[in-house]
Each structure stands twice: as C-alpha cells, then as structure tokens.
C-alpha cells in the first residue's frame, strides 16, 4: 500500500519536479555565472566629463575617481554625477553581453533569440 501512495504522488507531482536534466543545467548556469562574475572584476570601463575621469568595473563597482585641479569646485558634483552614469551604462552593457554570451552557449534564449521569435 506505501508504495503505491508513492507512485501516486511522483505521478501527481511529476509537473512540479525538476528533471535531473534541469538540474544539472541549473548547475552548470550557476557554476558559469560565478566564472563571469570573476571576469567582470577584471574588466574595467571608463568615463569622463570635463576634466573628472570614473573607472568602473563591469561588476558595477568604482575603481576609482579622478578629478583634474583646474575643475571648478561648483562643478564637480555635476560633473561626477554624469561621469558616474556614463560609466555605468557602459558596464553595465559589457555585464550583459557577457552574459548572453554564456547562455547562448549554454542553448538557452538570449536577448537576440528572443528577438528572433517574435519575429
């Protein structure tokens, strides 16, 4: 009787369990992620406004911030602000298409896929 509860619940549940298939390319993404996380680190963008210069890296952390001393000082927040967003945006592009990049590899969907199947 027990083990006839058992099949009637795997045949149940079946929909809601994650084939061992998923499992591991649940795996392989994550253990992937954590290898262009380490990548992103090393990857440095940079901008600059008038005399400010930000460096980012593609993991969205600032590596550093240059401002020349002929800057005027009311400017400088603006200036920063600007320098600080442009680098981001940059980051945060390279972030992403390293990103697609793994995943294409791996067969799932990327940006581009997507684009493709509504089409």
Known sequence: MERSRFFQFIRYHADDMVSFSQFKDMFRLQREAKKVKKE?????VEAEAQGVKVVVSAEMEVVSIEIAPDVPHEKIASLLTDALNRALKKAQI???EKMQG??????FPTDK???GMAQ
Do not use: A, Q, T
């Not at 992103?40 to 440095?44: A, D, F, H, T, V």
């Not at 793994?102 to 067969?107: F, L, P, S, T, Y």
């Open 102 to 107: 793994v995943m294409g590899e791996m067969g």
């Open 94 to 96: 390279v972030s992403s």
């Open 40 to 44: 992103l680190r090393k990857i440095l």
């Open 113 to 115: 896929g997507m684009r």
